[in-house]
C-alpha cells in the first residue's frame, strides 16, 4: 500500500466510528438496545438531516435522487471521472438492530472522513450512498432505491405501495425530499467505476471461523411475493363451515402447502412468511381478506427458478373456498461480484494483516442492484452470534473498525484506477 494511503487507513477513527453508531441509535431508539427507523419515517428524516450534517462540517457535497437515495460526495482530482461508490442503507426494521445498514453509511463517511485528515488527494471522486428503503420492511419490496437508481425498477412501479397503515410511498417520499432542501438533485443511474458496501455479517460464519473480514463473493436469489386470499366476511357464531369464504383458511394451508414445497433437508432454502394483514381482523368475523408476505432464497439459480416459478399454481391449487391472486414484488437472481473487488478487498486485508475469509451473502444488499452497472463487491465484519433483524444485534468497536480500514484501503485503490 503508498504511505500516503497508509497514513489515510490508520486515520480511520474507531472511537469516532462508535460515537456515529451511539447518536444515529438515538434515532427511533426502542426498548433492547434496538432501532425503528423506517424507511421515510421521521426517524429515517432526523438520521438523514445527521448525516447531511456531518458532511456540511467537511464540505463534502450533498446529492438526492427523485427516489430520495441520499450521497455524500467527496470530489476527485478528476471531477469527470466516474466515482467509486460505498454505502448502505439507514432504514431498519421494524425491531431492527443498530448496525445493519448503518454501519455502512458510517464506514463510509468515516473512510471519507480519513482520507481527508490525512490530505490524501484521490484521482476519482469518493461517493457514500444512504440508499432508500433497504429493509423494505414499512413498503415492500427490499432494496427499492438500488433497484430504481441502477435502472433495473421504474419509480412508477414503486409510487402507489402503501404501508401497513395505508400511507401512499408517494406521499412518504414527498415529505422526505422536502425536509432536506440541502442536497442537489442529481439522475438516477450516473456512470460509477465501483462500488464497495460494508455490512455487519448477519449469519454467525466469521465468528465462529474467528475472522475480522468476509470477503464477500455473492448474494443468494431471492423472490419475493404478495399473496391475497379474497374470501367473504360472516357472523362466526352463526355461518355453517361448508357455507364459508374463509380467506384465513385458506391462507394458513397455502403457507402449510409452501413449506411442504420448500422442505430442504440440507437446510439451504429459506422460505419466510413475515407480513401478514387479515380483514376485517375480528375475533367472531370470518376474514374476508387476508394478505400476506412469500420471501424465498436459494444460491443456485435453478432451484430458486423451480422454486419461485411453483408458488402461484401451488396457492391456487391450495385454496379451497377462496379465489387467490399471486404478485411477484422482487425477481433477483443470484449474484455473483467481480473478481476484480473481491480481489482488492482481499488485498486490503491482507495488507492490513486482518483475519479474513471469503464468504456468501445469505442477506440481500444494495450492491446486489450496483453490481448490474459497475464492478461491485462487499465487506462484511462479525456480529455477535450472527443475530440481525432483531433489536439485540450486536457488533465489537473493533471489528467496525477494521471494516472501515479494509474500505478505505480498498476505496483509495480503486479512485486512484
Ligand atoms: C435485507 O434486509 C434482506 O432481507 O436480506
Ligand atoms: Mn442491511
Ligand atoms: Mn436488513
Same mark, same amino acid.
Given at each position: 500500500?503508498?504511505?500516503?494511503?497508509?497514513?489515510?487507513?490508520?486515520?480511520?477513527?474507531?472511537?469516532?466510528?462508535?460515537?456515529?453508531?451511539?447518536?444515529?441509535?438515538?434515532i427511533?431508539?426502542?426498548?433492547g438496545?434496538?432501532?425503528?427507523? $423506517?424507511? &421515510?419515517? +421521521?426517524e429515517?428524516? /432526523?438520521? *438523514?438531516?445527521?448525516?447531511? !450534517?456531518? =458532511?456540511? %462540517?467537511r464540505?463534502?457535497?450533498?446529492?438526492?435522487?427523485?427516489?430520495?437515495?441520499?450521497?455524500?460526495?467527496?470530489?476527485?482530482?478528476?471531477?469527470?471521472?466516474?466515482?467509486?461508490?460505498?454505502?448502505s442503507?439507514?432504514?431498519?426494521?421494524?425491531?431492527?438492530?443498530?448496525?445493519?445498514?448503518?454501519?455502512?453509511?458510517?464506514?463510509?463517511?468515516e473512510?471519507?472522513e480519513?482520507?481527508?485528515?490525512?490530505?490524501?488527494?484521490?484521482?476519482?471522486?469518493?461517493?457514500?450512498?444512504?440508499?432508500?428503503?433497504?429493509?423494505?420492511g414499512?413498503?415492500?419490496?427490499?432494496?427499492?432505491?438500488s433497484?430504481?437508481?441502477?435502472?433495473?425498477?421504474?419509480?412508477a412501479?414503486?409510487?402507489?405501495?402503501r404501508?401497513?397503515?395505508?400511507?401512499?410511498?408517494?406521499?412518504a417520499?414527498? $415529505?422526505t &425530499?422536502? +425536509?432536506?432542501?440541502q /442536497?442537489? *438533485?442529481?439522475?438516477?443511474? !450516473?456512470? =460509477?467505476a %465501483?462500488y464497495?458496501?460494508?455490512h455487519?455479517?448477519?449469519?454467525p460464519?466469521?465468528?465462529?471461523?474467528?475472522?475480522?473480514?468476509?470477503?464477500?463473493?455473492?448474494?443468494?436469489?431471492?423472490?419475493?411475493?404478495?399473496?391475497?386470499?379474497?374470501?367473504?366476511?360472516?357472523?362466526?357464531?352463526?355461518?355453517?363451515?361448508?357455507?364459508?369464504?374463509?380467506?384465513?383458511r385458506?391462507?394458513?394451508?397455502?403457507?402449510?402447502?409452501?413449506?411442504?414445497?420448500?422442505?430442504?433437508?440440507?437446510?439451504?432454502?429459506r422460505?419466510?412468511?413475515g407480513?401478514?394483514l387479515?380483514?376485517?381482523?375480528?375475533?367472531?368475523?370470518?376474514?374476508?381478506?387476508?394478505?400476506?408476505?412469500?420471501d424465498?432464497?436459494?444460491?443456485?439459480?435453478a432451484t430458486?427458478?423451480?422454486?419461485?416459478?411453483?408458488?402461484?399454481? &401451488?396457492?391456487?391449487?391450495?385454496?379451497?373456498?377462496?379465489?387467490?391472486?399471486v404478485?411477484?414484488?422482487?425477481?433477483?437472481?443470484?449474484?455473483?461480484?467481480?473478481?476484480?473487488?473481491?480481489?482488492?478487498?482481499?488485498?486490503?486485508?491482507?495488507?492490513?494483516?486482518?483475519?479474513?475469509?471469503?464468504l456468501a451473502?445469505?442477506?440481500?444488499?444494495?450492491?446486489?442492484?450496483?453490481?448490474?452497472?459497475?464492478?461491485?463487491?462487499?465487506?462484511?465484519?462479525?456480529?455477535?452470534?450472527?443475530?440481525?433483524?432483531?433489536?439485540?444485534?450486536?457488533?465489537?468497536p473493533?471489528?467496525?473498525?477494521?471494516?472501515?480500514?479494509?474500505?478505505?484501503?480498498?476505496?483509495?485503490?480503486?479512485?486512484?484506477?
Amino acid at each position: 500500500m503508498r504511505e500516503a494511503h497508509q497514513d489515510a487507513v490508520g486515520r480511520v477513527d474507531q472511537q469516532r466510528l462508535w460515537q456515529r453508531h451511539a447518536e444515529m441509535a438515538q434515532i427511533g431508539a426502542i426498548p433492547g438496545n434496538g432501532v425503528n427507523r $423506517a424507511a &421515510l419515517s +421521521a426517524e429515517d428524516i /432526523a438520521a *438523514r438531516k445527521l448525516l447531511i !450534517s456531518w =458532511a456540511q %462540517a467537511r464540505n463534502f457535497s450533498i446529492g438526492v435522487d427523485d427516489i430520495g437515495n441520499l450521497f455524500v460526495r467527496r470530489e476527485g482530482l478528476d471531477p469527470a471521472a466516474p466515482p467509486v461508490m460505498t454505502g448502505s442503507h439507514m432504514d431498519s426494521q421494524p425491531r431492527g438492530g443498530r448496525f445493519d445498514g448503518m454501519f455502512g453509511v458510517l464506514a463510509g463517511f468515516e473512510a471519507l472522513e480519513a482520507i481527508d485528515d490525512a490530505g490524501v488527494k484521490t484521482q476519482r471522486a469518493i461517493e457514500v450512498v444512504a440508499w432508500t428503503n433497504e429493509e423494505g420492511g414499512r413498503f415492500p419490496p427490499c432494496t427499492m432505491g438500488s433497484a430504481v437508481y441502477t435502472g433495473q425498477r421504474p419509480l412508477a412501479d414503486f409510487l402507489d405501495v402503501r404501508d401497513n397503515e395505508g400511507i401512499v410511498l408517494r406521499d412518504a417520499l414527498a $415529505a422526505t &425530499l422536502a +425536509a432536506t432542501p440541502q /442536497a442537489t *438533485r442529481r439522475e438516477f443511474n !450516473s456512470p =460509477a467505476a %465501483a462500488y464497495v458496501e460494508a455490512h455487519i455479517e448477519q449469519g454467525p460464519l466469521l465468528e465462529n471461523a474467528n475472522k475480522t473480514i468476509g470477503v464477500v463473493t455473492g448474494i443468494q436469489g431471492l423472490r419475493w411475493f404478495n399473496i391475497e386470499v379474497f374470501g367473504k366476511t360472516d357472523h362466526a357464531g352463526t355461518t355453517p363451515l361448508a357455507l364459508r369464504q374463509d380467506a384465513l383458511r385458506d391462507a394458513v394451508a397455502i403457507i402449510n402447502a409452501l413449506h411442504e414445497l420448500t422442505r430442504d433437508a440440507a437446510d439451504t432454502v429459506r422460505f419466510t412468511v413475515g407480513r401478514m394483514l387479515v380483514t376485517p381482523n375480528s375475533t367472531n368475523s370470518v376474514a374476508s381478506h387476508v394478505l400476506f408476505s412469500v420471501d424465498l432464497r436459494h444460491p443456485d439459480p435453478a432451484t430458486i427458478d423451480r422454486l419461485g416459478k411453483a408458488v402461484e399454481p &401451488l396457492a391456487v391449487k391450495t385454496a379451497q373456498q377462496c379465489r387467490v391472486r399471486v404478485t411477484p414484488t422482487l425477481h433477483n437472481n443470484p449474484c455473483v461480484f467481480d473478481p476484480l473487488i473481491v480481489g482488492a478487498v482481499e488485498n486490503a486485508a491482507r495488507e492490513l494483516g486482518l483475519p479474513n475469509m471469503r464468504l456468501a451473502s445469505g442477506a440481500s444488499h444494495d450492491a446486489n442492484y450496483m453490481a448490474r452497472i459497475c464492478p461491485s463487491g462487499m465487506i462484511f465484519v462479525p456480529c455477535e452470534k450472527g443475530v440481525s433483524h432483531n433489536e439485540a444485534e450486536n457488533a465489537k468497536p473493533e471489528d467496525l473498525a477494521a471494516g472501515a480500514k479494509v474500505l478505505a484501503a480498498t476505496l483509495l485503490e480503486l479512485a486512484n484506477r
